[in-house]
């Protein structure tokens, strides 16, 4: 009896946060920010004050439009467990990219995947979501290719949250950053069909990158990009036939990280 009620109490109120910035120039869309997370409601509404701060003060520019969408959670979100995180020391972009090629390539992805991966990233035109590249042939597989498909629908359990800040404070690495990093590629891990991740941020600031996956885990490499550069972007390495059901999980089934 208190199990039935506990089950629907916490499947009852949780809630997929999503924000999405964005400034119209030339009549297009100039991505600027997004966030997304699962909360419990009473952590909606310093949330959704949280997002609009990061929308409205963000190093890509001040956006003319902020989407915050709010939406329930009807089921019990599906748990995950987190990637273990390593760093990678470069001090330049060749060298950066090099040791990423090198994983990506141990994890089964091909040269010519790779090169269709950087080439995303070094693109002048950033996408809002990530982009799907066949790992063997390096073909590019998602419906929309100027917005991408955008992960969603994950979120951290809040006491693998508290260890999670402990762990990273102890590495000099607990920022917001890292950690919704970490939990979006875990969810992407976590996705049957994916081989491996290739990251590097967009906002001009921050470059450090990762590339993540089941096996080699959450592995951050410092310099992938200049400093001051606008581009980046996310990279899904998929196998299989089946990339409706990869963008299905990816943007559509809730997660939760836990451990
Ligand atoms: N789903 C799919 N793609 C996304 C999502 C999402 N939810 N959020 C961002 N992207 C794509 C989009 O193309 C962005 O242009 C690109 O990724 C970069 O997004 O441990 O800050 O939010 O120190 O700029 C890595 C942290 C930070 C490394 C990555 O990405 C570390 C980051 P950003
Ligand atoms: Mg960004």
Not at 25 to 38: D, P, Q, R, V
Not at 104 to 109: K, N, S, T
Not at 122 to 138: C, E, W
Not at 218 to 242: A, P
């Amino acid at each position: 009896m208190y199990g039935i009620y506990y089950l629907m109490k916490s499947s009852n109120n949780l809630w997929s946060l999503r924000m999405r910035a964005s400034r119209t120039e030339n009549g297009k869309a100039f991505h600027i920010s997004g966030a997304e997370g699962i909360y419990e409601d009473e952590r909606i509404q310093p949330k959704i004050r949280e997002y609009y701060l990061r929308a409205i003060h963000h190093p890509r520019g001040r956006p003319d439009s902020i989407v915050i969408t709010i939406e329930r959670i009807g089921v019990e979100p599906l748990e995950i467990p987190i990637l273990p995180v390593s760093t990678l020391n470069r001090s330049s972009p060749p060298e950066a990219r090099a040791v990423a090629t090198e994983i990506l390539l141990r994890a089964g992805v091909s040269e010519m995947a790779i090169r269709v991966a950087f080439d995303i990233v070094d693109s002048r035109i950033t996408m809002r979501g990530a982009a799907l590249v066949m790992a063997d042939s390096g073909l590019r597989v998602e419906p929309d290719r100027e917005r991408g498909v955008r992960v969603s629908r994950l979120g951290i359990d809040r006491a693998t949250e508290r260890k999670l800040s402990r762990r990273l404070h102890g590495q000099g690495i607990n920022t917001t950053t890292v950690k919704e990093a970490l939990v979006l590629a875990s969810k992407v891990a976590s996705c049957d069909g994916i081989i491996a991740e290739l990251c590097v941020s967009d906002d001009p600031d921050y470059t450090t990158g990762y590339v993540a996956s089941k096996d080699i885990g959450y592995v951050r490499i410092t310099n992938i990009k200049e400093r001051g550069s606008m581009k980046g972007g996310r990279v899904f390495f998929v196998s299989g036939d089946d990339v409706s059901g990869i963008i299905h999980y990816l943007e559509k089934t809730p997660v939760m990280v836990k451990r």
